[in-house]
């Protein structure tokens, strides 16, 4: 395993973070090589996720380490269900030294491949892991956090050592229901079980685990 460069906004080879990235259509050894290497570069960072862009790899290759779950690999994923809004803030790895806030959606439903090639659904709410899952996976259509933003003050410069006490936050929700009604009831992956059940009622819900800022 080998800890990869991560590419920066803003400097030379940054290209890559703002391309469609390709699928995988094959799950080989070099992939199997490229997952480890993620897994050990958003360690390292740290971070809590990493998508294969942000080393320079235009796949569509996603890895998430947060507290909620094992850490697992997804290839070629996309969101097919979200519901909600929900205010939160976040970093990225290939965005050093800021911080934003935005609405991500309260529920997150993904589709894609695990790392040895069998479909996955996951299911995630109101929680890191459903905040990562459209991080990462927006960086494998190229974009990135700061082009959701409001405006720029909501983008916020922060002091070197701050980054390590990170933090998310929903401050507000408005509920925007984009689910389907009657849709079937899908199935949790194997070690990806559901996040967290919803808490935005609570005022000013703050939950902080390490290097969240850094998200990926
Ligand atoms: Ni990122």
């Given at each position: 395993?080998?800890?990869?460069?991560?590419?920066?906004?803003?400097?030379?080879?940054?290209?890559?973070?703002?391309?469609?990235?390709?699928?995988?259509?094959?799950?080989?050894?070099?992939?199997?090589?490229?997952?480890?290497?993620?897994?050990?570069?958003?360690?390292?960072?740290?971070?809590?996720?990493?998508?294969?862009?942000?080393?320079?790899?235009?796949?569509?290759?996603?890895?998430?380490?947060?507290?909620?779950?094992?850490?697992?690999?997804?290839?070629?994923?996309?969101?097919?269900?979200?519901?909600?809004?929900r205010?939160?803030?976040?970093?990225?790895?290939?965005?050093?030294?800021?911080?934003?806030?935005?609405?991500?959606?309260?529920?997150?439903?993904?589709?894609?491949?695990?790392?040895?090639?069998?479909?996955?659904?996951?299911?995630?709410?109101d929680?890191?892991?459903?905040?990562?899952?459209?991080?990462?996976?927006?960086?494998?259509?190229?974009?990135?956090?700061?082009?959701?933003?409001?405006?720029?003050?909501?983008?916020?410069?922060?002091?070197?050592?701050?980054?390590?006490?990170?933090?998310v936050e929903s401050e507000?929700?408005?509920?925007?229901?984009?689910?389907?009604?009657?849709?079937?009831?899908?199935?949790?992956?194997?070690?990806?079980?559901?996040?967290?059940?919803p808490r935005l009622m609570t005022a000013r819900l703050r939950l902080?685990?390490?290097?969240?800022?850094?998200?990926?």
């Amino acid at each position: 395993m080998a800890i990869r460069p991560i590419r920066i906004l803003g400097e030379p080879g940054d290209d890559v973070l703002r391309q469609q990235a390709q699928a995988v259509d094959l799950l080989d050894g070099s992939i199997q090589v490229l997952i480890d290497d993620m897994f050990e570069t958003v360690r390292a960072a740290p971070g809590v996720g990493l998508a294969a862009p942000q080393i320079g790899v235009p796949l569509r290759i996603v890895v998430i380490e947060v507290p909620e779950v094992p850490a697992f690999a997804l290839i070629n994923a996309e969101v097919v269900r979200h519901s909600g809004r929900r205010w939160v803030e976040e970093g990225c790895l290939s965005i050093p030294g800021y911080r934003g806030e935005l609405f991500r959606s309260v529920k997150v439903t993904v589709k894609g491949l695990d790392r040895q090639g069998r479909p996955i659904r996951i299911r995630a709410g109101d929680d890191l892991l459903a905040q990562a899952l459209e991080h990462e996976i927006d960086h494998t259509n190229g974009l990135l956090y700061i082009d959701l933003l409001g405006g720029p003050e909501h983008l916020h410069g922060i002091e070197r050592g701050e980054a390590a006490v990170a933090e998310v936050e929903s401050e507000s929700q408005e509920t925007v229901d984009h689910e389907p009604r009657g849709a079937a009831r899908q199935q949790t992956t194997r070690g990806v079980r559901r996040g967290v059940p919803p808490r935005l009622m609570t005022a000013r819900l703050r939950l902080r685990t390490p290097a969240l800022s850094k998200s990926g």
